[in-house]
């Protein structure tokens, strides 16, 4: 059985210091980190979701409701969008863009980006990110079937939004689920409802 950890959007708009920051989501970036060093032998494949937004309507506010409207953040291109830098990238090997024109909080709604651009923003002299991304890119379920992936372990920000999103939708696409709670920062103060969704809908929960 194939296995994939999947890091959602790890931004630095997502951590302190950021637009949309979540407490906890720079300590999470180094926790992810320090995890895969002692456990990437045990995953045949690691990705990574950013948001990537241009224009995606009413889920930005300039008077936000932090339930579907909020401030924005993860702009396609900017500083914000990039990987949090406590976030080592060695081990990821593809990842998946969402939310361009949309909110999309589920990884599952991502493609993959060029491979020539690297995520945490050390792009080669003159290189600039892609804003738009190829309609045609492969998505992200396609992505680990070709790559013959049954089980999947979900980490990251924030634990009852995306996080959340990406592992409800694993699970409807039928693979086998974990979330490592420790490896995610949520932005309620009580995730026990979250946790409780998920696992009434079949995700395991995990300690690192």
């Known amino acids: 059985m194939s296995r994939a950890l999947i890091i959602v959007d790890v931004q630095n708009d997502f951590c302190e210091g950021g637009s949309l920051a979540v407490e906890g989501g720079a300590a999470t970036a180094a926790a992810i980190s320090e995890y895969l060093d ?36 993860c702009r396609a291109g900017s500083k914000g969008a990039e990987l949090h830098p406590d976030l080592d990238a060695e081990y990821i090997q593809a990842y998946f863009r969402k939310g361009q024109y949309t909110a999309a909080y ?10 020539d651009e690297v995520p945490t923003g050390e792009l080669a002299p003159g290189a600039v990110p892609s804003v738009e991304l190829d309609e045609d890119a492969l998505g992200l379920d396609d992505w680990l079937q070709s790559h013959g992936v049954e089980e999947v372990v979900v980490v990251g920000i ?9 592992a409800l939708d694993a699970v409807q696409a039928g693979y086998s689920v974990t979330v490592i709670g420790e490896l995610t920062a949520g932005i309620a103060a009580d995730l026990g409802e979250t946790y409780a969704e998920l696992e009434e809908n079949g995700v395991e929960l995990a300690q690192a």
């Open 158 to 166: 924030a634990t009852d939004y995306c996080v959340r999103a990406t």
């Open 38 to 73: 002692a456990n990437h032998q045990h995953f045949d494949h690691v990705v990574a979701t950013q948001d990537w937004h241009v224009d995606p309507g009413s889920h930005f506010s300039e008077t936000p409701d932090l339930v579907d409207s909020w401030p924005p953040h």
């Open 106 to 115: 589920s990884g599952f709604e991502g493609v993959l980006a060029p491979e």
